[in-house]
């Protein structure tokens, strides 16, 4: 129940193509969702984050798209470029664990110039 | 605004043998947060601070790991003895707060155990 799932572990997209991330988790208590991105050799650092009261949350390429009832989110990259190679990780988290992380698996996505 | 520091950046060592990582979070912020990320794997959480007491360790082996946040700024992880599947990149993170709140990460300490 603290899982979270995520599908592809790995994505090679050429430039200017869309990439899609999914995740899932079991646990309705979740009421936070942040993706990270990583890059080699440095830590996790925020790229955007969405709460359930919402189906859909856009900052510039990047976008979640959020399935409530599914229990299900996704990281959607538009007109994705060689900068974006890197990892990304969904997470999870809920109040009454005091907002800690539960991580996916990671997916490691590589641009094509 | 400088970022979370960690030091060292890499550490080798044999199994058996104790080693301590540092962690100076960004000024302010609350709330301090000790990962494990071992390779190929998402960061688990070991253990959350805010200010200098313990919010949640549940996940950290406290039969050889040890974390400490005096003065609630700077923080040390420790592990004595080390085995072979803490080989494993140690990332430290702070927050201004506990709560749905950005999480900035440090570089990580990338230890070996052999």
């Known amino acids: 129940q603290q899982q979270v799932k995520q599908s592809p572990q790995s994505l090679i997209v050429q430039k200017g193509g869309i990439s899609i991330i999914n995740c899932a988790y079991e646990?309705?208590?979740?009421?936070?969702f942040p993706w990270y991105q990583q890059f080699p050799g440095k830590g996790p650092a925020l790229l955007i984050a969405?709460?359930?009261?919402?189906s859909e949350k856009k900052e510039g390429r990047f976008t979640i798209s959020f399935n409530k009832s599914a229990k299900q989110f996704s990281l959607h990259i538009m007109d994705s470029q060689p900068g974006d190679s890197a990892t990304y990780f969904c997470?999870?988290?809920?109040?009454?664990?005091?907002?800690?992380?539960?991580f996916g698996s990671g997916t490691r996505l590589l641009v094509r110039p | 605004e400088a970022g979370v520091a960690q030091s060292p950046r890499y550490k080798i060592i044999e199994k058996r043998q104790s080693v301590a990582f540092w962690c100076n979070p960004i000024?302010?912020?609350?709330?301090l947060y000790w990962y494990q990320q071992i390779l190929g794997q998402g960061p688990k959480l070991l253990i959350q601070?805010?200010?200098?007491?313990?919010?949640?360790d549940s996940q950290l082996p406290k039969d050889r790991f040890s974390a400490e946040r005096l003065k609630g700024v700077d923080s040390t992880l420790k592990i004595q003895p080390a085995k072979l599947e803490d080989s494993a990149v140690y990332l430290c993170?702070?927050?201004?707060?506990?709560?749905?709140?950005?999480?900035?990460f440090g570089p990580g300490t990338r230890l070996t155990v052999l």
């Open positions: 993170a702070s927050s201004v707060a506990g709560g749905p709140y950005e999480q900035f």
């Open positions: 646990n309705t208590a979740f009421d936070y």
């Open positions: 969405i709460r359930p009261d919402v």
């Open positions: 997470a999870a988290s809920r109040m009454d664990s005091s907002y800690k992380l539960i």
């Open positions: 000024s302010g912020h609350a709330t």
């Open positions: 601070f805010q200010n200098n007491g313990v919010v949640d």
